[in-house]
């Protein structure tokens, strides 16, 4: 990167004009004369120019180059990876890949993306772990001092019924004090150090982040999200492994000695230790935890909001919730076929997919979620976090539901259900009902829920294919979508009489939870949040815009 501030072709020229301005993707300052002459040239016109005197010293050093092919630059980037990759390696490692994207066709959008938005907060929560540790260990220096003075008044005020006799003994004790306080004040100031080490650096990539943020391109936004998660997974791990480590150390005089009847010691000189109470884990780790309190199931549901989805001429097929967002399948707009929503409403994202989309599962452990395309009869494989589509995979028929348990892809066919590796191969088949399965939902012990909204029917089966029950009632009118609660209770929207049944697992009625009344209106997609504190469920009503109700549980 240039770093006078006279313009860099000129100065190739060997002319000296002064800049007013520098290209963030050429990295060269430019002269008044050649930002004309750029925006002249087509292939130049849409480098992004910013002000010269903005600091550039953090925001542009990205890596470009290929770590296994130093001569080759960063061309490529799979989504089934999530890496980028120059051309020999598109070629050699990544060529049955699903989808291989150039960089700038990838980082599009990427400044409003989930991707960054989720490296930005995993910076904040290594920030404020690194702010807390650094202000712990102040601490623990002042206590250090603190409770060397309470520990010399308790050994004073013991000398002191003793006789002249004890002063060696006393003096050997101060030493110990003074050892133990340098030792422990060494690896205070360590502690300390290290940290505010670490904060710096933490610091600097946030900093650096924020720069590319305001003045970078996306492709350099792309290229340095990819560069700077190695930094942050290594300052993920350090954290795990050096917290443990750490602890909050005093000096105490530990007890008394029978000196008074038989003077050989006065006692003696330790240090105790008391776990650091910092705590961190990194967010993906909290987002996998199940905290007992969400082993629960809702009394009370309250609507609370409701937001409009402007989608005309379909249905949302499908809602699932994840890392406080919701995902939207909408069946009828393939150029909307999955959007991302935050939890009150707020349009973040989309994605298009192959075809029209109608049920969607994630992948446990991965980023990943699979989504069926019953009209092409495929199903497509699709990056949550940057809303990348990935690789289309066949299926022998018309599937809507779909599950993943057990590393297998379970779809909902016509009156049969499909068990497919996660290759698509087709392991089984077995037939349940007669017509669609709309949905398939699986519980925590392998049990797959059906909804069959044309036959009025939820079956239930387990891994082996075989029907446990099936429900029907004259009230369950078109039921089409599932979710479970923390006691694995199913809740069941009939959009054929507007009403939210809930199930016990075993299929027993418990009570109708809410009705047209409600707000339910034709009734389609249905999920809980991840602590069952908020219900949504999307209506579905002719060619209007869509809208999903947002109903607060107790």
């Known amino acids: 990167m240039a ?47 910013i002000n010269k005197d903005v600091q550039t010293d953090k925001g542009f050093i990205i890596k470009s180059t290929c770590s296994d092919h130093p001569e080759m630059g960063l061309e490529f980037y799979c989504s ?54 650094e202000e712990d260990r102040a601490k623990n220096m002042d206590g250090i001092g603190k409770s060397e003075a309470t520990t010399l008044q308790k050994i004073a005020k013991f000398k002191c ?44 990539i946030s900093e650096q982040l924020e720069f590319l943020t305001k003045h970078g391109s996306e492709s350099q936004m792309l290229m340095l999200l990819n560069t700077i998660r190695v930094a942050i997974a290594k300052q993920e791990n350090d954290f795990q492994n050096l917290i443990p480590s750490y602890a909050c150390s005093d000096i105490t005089f530990l007890k008394e000695s029978g000196i008074k009847s038989a003077l050989n010691s006065l006692g003696s000189v330790g240090m105790k230790l008391v776990p650091c109470s910092i705590t961190y884990t990194p967010r993906k780790h909290k987002q996998a935890q199940i905290s007992p309190e969400y082993d629960r199931m809702p009394t009370k549901f309250k609507i609370k909001n409701e937001f409009q989805v402007p989608y005309p001429d379909g249905r949302i097929s499908s809602i699932v919730t994840n890392k406080n967002r919701l995902l939207l399948c909408f069946f009828g707009d393939k150029c909307r076929a999955l959007s991302i929503w935050s939890g009150t409403g707020d349009h973040i994202q989309e994605c298009t997919l ?41 299926v022998s028929d018309r599937c809507q539901g779909v599950a993943v348990i057990k590393n297998m892809i379970i779809l909902g066919g016509i009156g049969k259900v499909h068990f497919c590796s996660m290759e698509g191969s087709l392991l089984k088949t077995v037939d349940v009902g007669r017509v669609c399965l709309h949905s398939l939902k699986a519980n925590k012990t392998g049990m797959i829920y059906c909804c069959e909204a044309k036959g009025d029917t939820l079956y239930c089966i387990d891994i082996n294919g075989t029907v446990i029950f099936q429900y029907s009632s004259p009230e369950f009118k078109g039921p089409i979508d599932i979710a479970l609660d923390g006691k694995e209770n199913l809740y069941v929207t009939t959009w054929g009489t507007n009403k939210l049944h809930r199930l016990s697992k075993d299929g027993k009625l418990i009570d109708i939870v809410l009705k047209k009344e409600d707000g339910l209106n034709e009734p389609y997609a249905v999920a809980f949040n991840k602590n069952y504190t908020k219900l949504y469920i999307a209506n579905g009503l002719g060619i209007e815009n869509k809208e999903v109700l947002i109903f607060d549980c107790a």
């Open 3 to 49: 770093s006078s501030q006279t313009c860099g072709p000129c100065s190739r020229m060997e002319k000296s004009v002064t800049a007013v301005k520098l290209c963030t993707d050429c990295e060269d300052h430019l002269c008044t004369d050649c930002v004309h002459t750029q925006k002249a040239i087509k292939a130049l016109a849409s480098h992004r120019l």
């Open 80 to 133: 089934n990876h999530e890496s980028l990759c120059c051309r020999t390696c598109s070629e050699n490692i990544h060529s049955t890949c699903g989808k291989m994207l150039t960089i700038d066709s990838a980082a599009r959008g990427i400044k409003t993306s989930v991707m960054l938005n989720d490296a930005k907060e995993d910076l904040k929560d290594l920030l404020q772990t690194a702010e807390q540790l």
């Open 161 to 204: 019924e003793l006789t002249l006799e004890i002063d060696r003994l006393y003096n050997e004790l101060l030493t110990n004090v003074d050892e133990a306080k340098k030792k422990l004040t060494k690896k205070a100031e360590s502690d300390l150090l290290d940290i505010e080490i670490r904060r710096k650096v933490i610091v600097d």
């Open 354 to 394: 192959a075809d029209y989309a109608w049920g969607m599962a994630i992948i446990p452990g991965t980023n990943e979620a699979v989504v069926t395309l019953p009209l092409i009869k495929s199903v497509q494989f699709v990056n949550i976090t940057s809303l990348v589509p990935g690789k289309v995979l066949k």
